[in-house]
């Protein structure tokens, strides 16, 4: 494994850790044991001492380098008012050393270094790392490119973040503080490499051309870098020797040496040609008036569209080239370049009717690799496929010429279907008659979104539908159903509803296609029609037809036995989860389904998607069926058969630490829970599950603590008395602790304090609000940046105003919490956090929540001191006349709002997954309300209905208030009356 070159007892005990993280049963125990050792001293150094040793093997230096960008990636930032686990003197050595390490280890364990250089620059360059440019230019050598490309490779993740970013006075100083140290040195580097790699072809030295090669596409990158923000001076000037340079390597065919060998893998010079397009798209779009290459950049890439082959290597090339070509013809300026009918002719025989045409490579994706290939149609970027780049340039087209560009691809669509009734192969006929298809999309669309679809056209839709693809969705047809799937789909807004009506039971037969990019398509567009076209709460479509679709959905799930396979079918859930939404309810059916894909994820969880989806639909279907659907009653009894179903299942995904289910279990057992009644105690596995779910360990994970406070907030919501009672309310507290203490979760940290406060009795509170409040004081008065002393201050002030419209007996338990920690401080806080921050304040739930807590604090309240009456009244006057102006400013959706949804008219995006949010739509409930019994009465409302009563409690106060804040009561006043304060 290893020899006496790893000498200190240090090394050898981590590489041997780091062995056993390649041994699948050995991997989560070995991998938590690198993670605790994360803040020991020196263990940054010693991985990068096991990844820059040479006699290490290795695979174990490949598991070194990735564990280390990983613990960079959580790391490295420094987070105010946590504990950093780098050290100082640890980043200093990393920083050091880093550099000289990278260039010297190979090219796999170069590109996991480069990602953690990148990683550090973004929160250390320029400020922090100012020797990082230097200790670049000194390695650069005019002679090792074996050293130059190591540096190069460095470099590129450092200057790549600038694409990025908003524009700035920081990031142009940035910029231009390392032109000047880093931008000299490569200019000559970039010559000399030119240089070489011209001799390099001439001699037919492979070896070296290729070395070269490499320089010139990390080159071309860099450069991309440097001038996607602006156009710097330096290469300003320079154009002269930079874009002779980049157009002589957009030559189709340059030299063999640089060719690959492989018909999927793009050669160097295929990625540099990419970038090269890519940055004269940049100089096209911003930099015109500057740029005196265009006509001879324009003529290489039309050339280069000719002349690269159809191979799947060369896609992203042409696409590229292709989106360039859309760019220049977009520009009015242009126009005379194009406008000659044998200009457009050849633009639309020579590049876009050939890239609208399947390949021998298409037709073996779509049979060998079918999720792949629906997720090209789906999900790829526009520039990544060459169908999308061709379908733009169309529209670039249009956009200048629109009625000779139209005429002449309506006759080619003609042509082409001509072509196919007349083929002499099903293979060719499919070919010309897809091809026709995807021009007619191009041609006809005429204003899309990708959510809703196309929602003009220039063309008949319809009438192409009927006369060419209603047969193709009649049978089964391979490629050509997928077209006309996919025509559905795109001009489903042309389509009646009565045509959809008709459509949707030959759609729903192609899901018991055996090509799997079939029936992923046809589940794509039911899933539409199933939330555009047709609403839940109407009943519009019948119960059989749901029933049959379910049927066939369920049969994809079920035919399926390895992980990887079933966890490809998340469109399929998804379209299951749209027939939960519009009421069929076969408990049985549906949970067999859905348990049966999870029971082989769990082994080897893959797609989020897949996960998401899967819980989406246990929980919709314990909604539907214990709160009512459009088409069941409701039945709360009905979740102890979902309960008995789940909880045996869940218990062992906690035991085990699945953390991609963890989230998930979490939510819907709180969603379970929630339909017992209140004060009628635990069941018993409630009562089993709730020691697990106190262990801190298990807040570790920060993706499962918004789901874990959910589910606590639900135990104190049943039982709370029972917690108290069995002393579980200590550790709860202690979980509050943990939260609070980071700047991550101290947001949730209040949801749970909302919660404890609301749900245990004041008697049982007593004896922790003095320790509470101190936590909260000491981390209100700690060190931060303006913006998290904010946030943190607003968190504080909601929870503020929520415990004085809850707190029993009155408000005066939460002002003597105050005192208890020191008398005096609660007029402090008041005055210099609460009053001055209120105004920041986002959301109609919080800002009701506070206005009616600081009304009844001053209703009711005997405690208030004399000197902050009239601040208080003046400041939640004004609070409350400002409440209109805040409809939810902060644009949150009804479900992260924390507003109850309306599972029958949810918009389908609010029931998706998304990256780093794992909230279940369908487990959602209301926000904890303070005050149930003023359901309806907003915060300005309650104000003026007690004003009289504060008045008459403060009345000189009052008085002066009225007098001196006058505008504000006539405003709040007519906000009331008009049911907007």
Known sequence: MTDSSLADPRLVEIASILQRTLDPNLQRAATQELHDRETVPEFPQLLLQIIAAPTVEYTFRFAAVVFFKNLVKRNWEIVEGEQQKISLADRAAVKAAIVDIMIAVPTQLQLQLSEAVGIIASFDFPANWMELIDQLVNKLSPENYVINNGVLQTAHPIFKRWRSKYRTDDLFSEINFTIDRFCPAYLAIFQETDSRLTAAIASGDAANAKLYMQTMLLMAKIYYSFIIQDLPDFFDQHQSIYWPVFIKYLQPNLSPLLDSDSDEDPSDLDKMQTVVCEIANVFCDKYTEDWKYMGEVVQATWVLLTKTSTARKHDILVSRAMALLTTVVRR???????????????????????NLTLRESDEDMFEDEPFDFVRADLEGSDADTRRRSAADLVKGLLDQFEVPVRTLCVQWIDSIMAQSAKAGSAKEATRAKDAAVALFMAVATKSQ??????????????????????????????????????????????????????????????????????????????????????KPAAGEVAASTLAEIAKHLGAVIMRESTAQLVQEHDRVLRTLLRCLQHGYGDVQAVMTVVMHGLNLAVTNPANPKFHHNAFECISMLVRQVCSGGPRTPANPAAVSQFESFLLPVFQPLITNDVEEFMPYAFQILAQTLSYHAPGAGLPEAYETLLSMLLMPKLWDAQGSVPALVGLVQQ??????????????????????????????????????????????????????????????????????????????????????????????????????????????????????????????????????IVCIGFTRMLAESSQVPGDLVQPSLVE??????????????????????????????????????????????????????????????????????????????????????????????????????????
Request: aromatic share 8%; net charge neutral; glycine share 4%.
């Open 715 to 848: 135990y104190l919501s049943k039982a709370a008395a029972q917690l108290v009672q069995r002393n579980q309310l200590q550790p709860i507290l202690g979980i509050f602790q943990k939260l609070l203490s980071s700047r991550a979760t101290d947001a949730f940290a209040f949801d749970l304090l909302q919660a404890i406060v609301f749900h245990v009795d004041a008697s049982a509170m007593s004896a922790f609000r003095k320790p509470l409040f101190t936590m909260l004081l000491t981390r209100l008065s700690a060190p931060g940046s303006p913006a998290n002393k904010l946030k943190f201050s607003l968190a504080f002030t909601q929870f503020l105003g929520f415990y004085f419209a809850c707190a029993q007996p009155s408000p005066d338990v939460v002002i003597d919490a105050f005192n208890q920690v020191q008398p005096g401080v609660f007029t402090q806080i008041m005055t210099h956090v609460v009053y001055k921050n209120m105004s920041h304040m986002l959301g109609r739930i919080p800002r009701r």
């Open 876 to 981: 939640i006057i004004r609070f409350a006349a400002h409440l209109q102006a805040d409809v939810n400013k902060s644009g949150a959706s009804a479900i992260e709002a924390g507003a109850e949804v309306d599972m029958q008219e949810a918009d389908l995006d609010e029931l998706a997954y998304k990256a780093g949010y794992s909230k279940l739509a369908a487990a959602g409930e209301k926000a904890l309300d303070p005050v149930p019994q003023l359901a309806g009465v907003s915060g300005g409302k309650y104000l003026m209905t007690r004003w009289p009563e504060v008045a008459a409690k403060y009345p000189q106060q009052a008085a002066a208030v009225q007098a001196t804040n006058a505008s504000d009561m006539e405003v709040l006043k007519q906000a009331v009356e008009q049911g907007l304060a």
């Open 449 to 534: 979104l990708s959510s809703t679809g196309v929602s003009a056209t220039d063309l008949d839709a319809v009438d192409f539908f009927v006369k060419h693809l209603l047969a193709d969705l009649q049978t089964e047809q391979g490629l050509l159903t997928v077209a006309a799937l996919k025509y559905v789909h795109m001009f489903r807004q042309q389509l009646t509803k009565q045509q959809h009506m008709e459509a949707m039971p030959l759609i729903a037969r192609h899901l018991t296609s055996p090509s799997n990019a079939v029936l992923t398509w046809a589940a794509v567009v039911l899933d539409v029609q199933l939330t555009q076209i047709f």
């Open 332 to 354: 009015p300026a242009h126009r005379a370049n194009f406008e000659a009918q044998d200009t457009l002719a050849a633009i639309v025989q020579q590049i876009v009717v050939p």
